[in-house]
């Protein structure tokens, strides 16, 4: 497989968190947001990382937190990344340098436009996503992809609506990484193991 990094988000089961490190994923997303169908609780959380490989990285997806909410969650230690999902402005973003965890910072793209917001934002890294009026990710939908244009200058995920039917198109791409949730899921909060087995060998014929 090439150097594309590949996050498996709405992790809620440890039984999904195992299929997903066996197929592959460089990294696992765990939703923090209360109002998602994905969300689980910090202590969940640390339930399922206890029973699997420390070499996976893992990151904590909130909408519009508090720096109170961020500092305590952080202050636990299992995370490598914070992805903030919802409105945060580059103001707020700024104020996280503290954290010992790298950040990715979400914008929900409708047009160009909104690429355009990459570089307002200091992050680590960025991750596009489709926008919908009603939902913080997890739509299952995906934006022209067209748009993104130059992203040599950034460490780019690309998000929403990933399938194993596209994910050779989302990696020609030249992301940095992709962010796989509904396209690989029988409900939401739980994994199809085929749907994402097949996603990791189409990848690898990339």
């Known amino acids: ?58 990151v904590g997806v909130f909408v519009n937190p508090t720096t109170e909410q961020l500092k305590e969650i952080t202050s636990y230690g299992f995370l490598s990344w914070i992805q903030l999902h919802g409105d945060e402005t ?5 104020m996280l340098n503290w954290l010992r965890v790298r950040s990715i910072k979400a914008i929900r793209v409708r047009s160009a436009a909104d690429i355009e917001q990459i570089d307002a934002y200091r992050t680590d ?16 939908e995906a934006f022209d992809w067209s748009l993104i244009g130059d992203i040599s200058t950034r460490r780019i995920f690309l998000a929403g609506g990933i399938t194993p039917e596209n994910v050779a198109d989302a990696a020609k791409l030249g992301v940095y990484g992709i962010d796989v949730c509904s396209g ?18 189409n990848l690898r014929h990339v």
Request: aromatic share 8%.
């Open 184 to 201: 690989i899921e029988s409900a939401p909060g739980k994994k199809d193991h085929a749907r994402m087995k097949q996603l990791f060998d």
């Open 125 to 140: 890294a960025i991750l596009l996503d489709t926008h919908n009026s009603r939902l913080y990710g997890g739509t299952g």
């Open 90 to 94: 580059p103001e707020f973003c700024d």
């Open 1 to 58: 497989m090439n150097s594309l990094k590949v996050k498996i988000c709405g992790i809620t089961n440890l039984e999904d968190a195992r299929a997903a490190v066996d197929a592959g994923a460089d990294m696992l997303g765990f939703n923090f947001y209360p109002e998602s169908p994905r969300y689980l609780t910090v202590e969940q959380a640390i339930a399922i990382l206890d029973e699997i490989p420390t070499f996976v990285d893992t």
